[in-house]
């Protein structure tokens, strides 16, 4: 059963890469070398829909909440910033090679692999205690245990299917490249691997300039590298990525209230863009990275099991403190209403709630939910219609205008619909191939509506509305399309849900 539901699995994958691959949404990165791995590029209708998810997170952090601006920190950071925040002394992953296939694997990644193993074949319990008992020999950095556990569990190379391990060993997944000119000037930098200390090291730049008060958040969307071991799974892991992070300045001991507010409104997040709430779940981390004094991952039921989208953390005063620390700057923050509250007048370094999401995760969960297949019946005929349901507000296009025919004046009534609404919608305009063709093709990149235009329209300025999902169509005037459509995707209705 297991290994029936595991082809299921692959093979859903394996057609949502091909359907993204063939329509447009994302390539293998310099494809016509061969392509990198873990690199992806995204095509005409990805770069669509993934403009559409940030934007949408852009406007839920910044222009649904007061307290909360944005910013756009550079990717280039002075090196002190990855000493300050641990990464260049604590954040090494623990890697295992195996000796047959010369394969490197991060050894906690096998050992989650397994658990998720345990957990579909029904043995909860078992799952529990293997990620407890990783968990465990992680905290205490017992890395030869950490072997111990892969070989008693009887972990495979995936590739070899062989146990054949060498020890574990710790590994930096930082980018560094070289900045300066001359060589006897040039001094070591790195790409980030997280967007978070851009807003670290602006925190006094935004509160000030601001005039922020706490609680007061700054949100970024931006590049992230990091030089993963385990490229697979399509862009669910990747060396070059976008993350979307939210860190919200709290005054210290209000923070779990804080944390527990952005693990619901994180949540419900996911349900407002259309994901089942059954598809996503929280899972609490075993094993709290230095920094962190709570975290959670929301997960999605990918077609390769439940994986994290998201991480809600509660980053202490860890990161402030450092930077104070290593640039001999205060990073405080003076609150009056202390004072009002009875209490003295209050010098601190704010708490941190992170709120942290790929793009590049989002837009694979949005992606695999919207990917349908069902059986239609057309004539006598039975066949099966594959379609992308997605959100309108996040669909690529909005609507296709299509004329009928390549005659009779439709072609030019058509345009002159198409040229009016092209300052509200992104939209297609075709006229090549039958109108079920252009149907089917509007189908397989999720646009939500088909406009036909008719040989009625030349008449009485009606048109024909056809639904992405429900294929039913609809006669309106042409003076109504504006708001009909409008209504449907505009980001107003997803807001709403979220204010
Ligand atoms: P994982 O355990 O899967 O490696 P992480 O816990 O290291 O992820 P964080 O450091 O919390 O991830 O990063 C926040 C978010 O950034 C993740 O929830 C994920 O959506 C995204 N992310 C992290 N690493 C990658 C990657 N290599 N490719 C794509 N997205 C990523």
Not at 116 to 135: I, P, T, V
Request: with cysteine; proline share 3%; net charge negative.
């Amino acid at each position: 059963m297991a290994t029936q539901d595991k082809t299921l699995e692959n093979t859903q994958l394996k057609d949502i890469v091909s359907h993204a691959k063939e329509y447009g949404f994302v390539f293998p990165s310099s494809e016509i070398y061969d392509g990198m791995q873990a690199v992806y590029d995204y095509g005409q209708m990805g770069v669509e829909l993934k403009n559409n998810i940030k934007q949408l997170w852009w406007k839920c952090m910044t222009q649904l909440n007061q307290n909360v601006v944005g910013l756009d920190a550079a990717i280039f950071m002075h090196p002190l910033t990855w000493k300050a925040s641990g990464h260049i002394d604590s954040f090494n992953d623990p890697m295992i090679d195996n000796k047959d296939s010369k394969k490197r694997y991060r050894a906690d990644v096998l050992i989650e692999e397994k658990a998720a193993r345990l957990e579909n074949e029904g043995n909860k319990e078992a799952c529990d205690a293997l990620l407890a008992e990783m968990g465990r020999l992680l905290e205490a950095e017992d890395l030869d245990g950490v072997r111990e556990l892969i070989i008693r569990e009887d972990i495979k190379c995936p590739v070899s299917g062989t146990t054949n391990w060498t020890e574990v060993r710790q590994f930096n997944l930082m980018f560094s490249t070289q900045v300066g000119s001359v060589a006897e000037d040039t001094s070591t930098i790195y790409l980030r691997p997280e967007t978070a200390q851009g807003i670290f090291v602006n925190f006094l730049n935004v509160q000030k300039t601001g005039r922020m008060k706490v609680p007061f958040g700054i949100a970024q969307i931006g590049k992230a590298f990091r030089n993963e071991i385990v490229a697979r799974q399509f862009i669910f892991r990747m060396r070059e990525f976008e993350q979307m992070e939210m860190q919200f300045f709290v005054r210290p001991g209000t923070e779990m209230e804080w944390y527990n507010k952005w693990k619901e409104t994180r949540k419900v997040w996911h349900e407002a863009i259309g994901i089942p709430a059954a598809k996503l779940r929280y899972h609490d981390h075993e094993k709290l990275a230095h920094y962190a004094n709570a975290a959670v991952d929301i997960e999605y039921q990918f077609p390769f099991g439940f994986k994290e989208i998201e991480g809600i953390h509660s980053r202490t005063d860890f990161d402030l403190t450092q930077h104070q620390e290593l640039s001999k700057k205060k990073q405080q923050y003076f609150d009056n209403d202390l004072n009002e509250e009875g209490k003295p007048y209050g010098n601190y370094i704010p708490y941190v709630i992170e709120t942290s999401a790929g793009a590049d995760r989002l837009f694979l969960m949005t992606l695999c939910n919207a990917y349908q297949e069902e059986e239609i019946t057309e004539g006598d005929a039975v066949k099966t219609r594959t379609f992308l349901k997605f959100h309108p507000a996040l669909a690529p296009v909005k609507a296709a205008i299509l004329p009928l025919t390549k005659k009779d004046g439709l072609p030019e009534k058509a345009t002159e619909i198409f040229n009016d609404l092209k300052f509200d919608f992104n939209m297609i305009y075709e006229e090549r191939d039958s109108i079920g063709k252009r149907y089917t093709r509007q189908d397989l990149i999720g646009t939500p509506f088909c406009i036909a235009v008719d040989h009625q329209t030349l008449e009485d300025n009606t048109v024909t509305v056809r639904d992405r999902d429900s294929r039913e169509q609809v006669r309106m005037p042409i003076s109504e399309l504006r708001t009909y459509i409008d209504k449907a995707v505009n980001f107003r209705s997803i807001l709403e849900k979220l204010a």
